[in-house]
Structure formats: structure tokens, C-alpha cells
């Protein structure tokens, strides 16, 4: 019984049948789902993404059902899977996992397993889940975490003026690139620092003002975006 559960759907089929076709699309739906709202745990996210996450599957599958026991378009179809390139901005690292696993989902559902992709989609999410709520991999100060940028004159001995300010409200402080504009009378410092208490931004900027002659001054959080484009 249990082994009849986890077959393909096509084993005793000469084609796909219209129940066949229904159960692997609404498997494919549903789980689909699942995976689009363990996507939005603790995720900034838009809504056409969720959606399209949650349709992916589905699609997936029925391209997979319609070259079934074709070698020719099945090559041809994992042919056009890897030319597929995203047009819109670059997506991050939890997005790309996000869409690889709806696609493996579909797959699977396509080739008439969702029973398979069912166990697949669960064990996923959960170490998802899991993983989000220990914050795997993320750094234990990450909301002090910022990006500090200064403008000074070009006359200015910036290498020691802000160590005191520095000190003060920073525990840890990385000096990343040195930079001129306005054709060199300035000069544009960037830090990586780590606050040592929230909220204190504005007085750390207010004390800044008064070493870099009250020139442009911006904060933010240090992201793997901002890191980049350092």
C-alpha cells in the first residue's frame, strides 16, 4: 500500500489521463502555496513574487506532464530551463532557493510523484523555518550593523579625526574605501561599524558634523546590497 502510494501516477497509464492531470495540478497548487507562505516568514517580499512562487510549481508540472516519454522535448525543455534569465532586478540568494524548490516541486509533480513532492516540500520548509528562526548564518549584532558615509574638505588629516567619535559609540569600526569627488576638493570616506547601543545615530551624526564642516553625512544599514556597492 505504501509503496503504490509513492509510484508514479503514469505507471499503469498509457497517457495522462484528465484525473491524473487534476491531481498533479492541484497537488502542485497546494503545495506551491505552502512554500509561498514559508517564503514570507521574516521576509520583506512583494506580492507578485508570492504569487508567482506559489504558481510555479503548477506550471512547472504541467510542462513536465505534456513531453512525458518524449526524450526529444524533454531535452529541448531542459534546454530552455537554462537559458532562463530573470529581467527584472537581481534577486537574492533566498530567492533563487525560493524558485529552485518550487521548480524541483513541479518536477516532481509533473512526473506523477506528489507524494514524493509532498515529504520534499515538508522536510524543506520545516528546516526553512528552522533556519529562520535560529537565524543560521546571520551575524548576532546585525540590526547595529551600518554603513557610515562622511564627505571631508580634501585638506583634512581624516585618518585620525574621528577616532575618539569612533570609539565612542562604534565597537567595532573598518575603514573600506576612500574616495574623491567634486573634481578632489573632497573627499568621501566609507566605514563598516557596528553601533554599540540602537537609537544612537543622530548623536553620532550631530558630532560628525562638527569635525567635517557640516558636509554631507549618510547612514545605513549594512546589507550584502550596500556591500557591494562599496
Do not use: W
Not at 89 to 105: H, R
Not at 157 to 179: A, C, R
Request: include cysteine.
Amino acid at each position: 500500500m505504501l509503496e503504490s502510494t509513492f509510484a508514479s501516477l503514469y505507471n499503469s497509464l498509457t497517457g495522462i489521463t484528465l484525473q491524473t492531470f487534476l491531481i498533479c495540478m492541484g497537488s502542485a497548487l497546494a503545495l506551491g502555496a505552502v512554500i509561498a507562505v514559508v517564503y514570507c516568514f521574516r521576509t520583506a517580499h512583494s506580492a507578485s513574487f508570492v504569487v508567482t512562487l506559489a504558481l510555479l510549481p503548477a506550471t512547472v508540472a504541467v510542462v513536465i506532464m505534456m513531453v512525458n516519454g518524449n526524450l526529444g522535448a524533454g531535452v529541448a525543455v531542459a534546454g530552455a530551463f537554462s537559458l532562463v534569465r530573470f529581467r527584472s532586478t537581481p534577486g537574492t540568494a533566498k530567492e533563487i532557493g525560493a524558485i529552485f524548490l518550487s521548480m524541483a516541486v513541479g518536477l516532481a509533480c509533473g512526473m506523477g510523484y506528489p507524494g514524493f513532492a509532498l515529504i520534499f516540500t515538508v522536510i524543506m520548509c520545516v528546516m526553512t523555518l528552522v533556519y529562520s528562526l535560529v537565524n543560521f548564518g546571520g551575524h548576532r549584532n546585525a540590526a547595529l550593523r551600518r554603513v557610515l558615509r562622511i564627505t571631508v574638505p580634501e585638506d583634512l588629516d581624516y585618518p585620525n579625526v574621528f577616532d575618539d567619535l569612533l570609539e565612542k559609540y562604534t565597537t567595532h569600526v573598518t575603514l573600506t574605501s576612500v574616495k574623491t569627488t567634486n573634481l578632489g576638493s573632497l573627499n568621501r570616506l566609507t566605514y563598516e561599524l557596528t553601533l554599540r547601543k540602537a537609537g544612537t545615530e543622530k548623536a553620532f551624526i550631530d558630532e560628525l558634523r562638527c569635525r567635517n564642516g557640516n558636509l554631507e553625512i549618510s547612514m545605513s544599514l549594512q546589507t550584502l546590497e550596500n556591500r557591494e556597492n562599496l
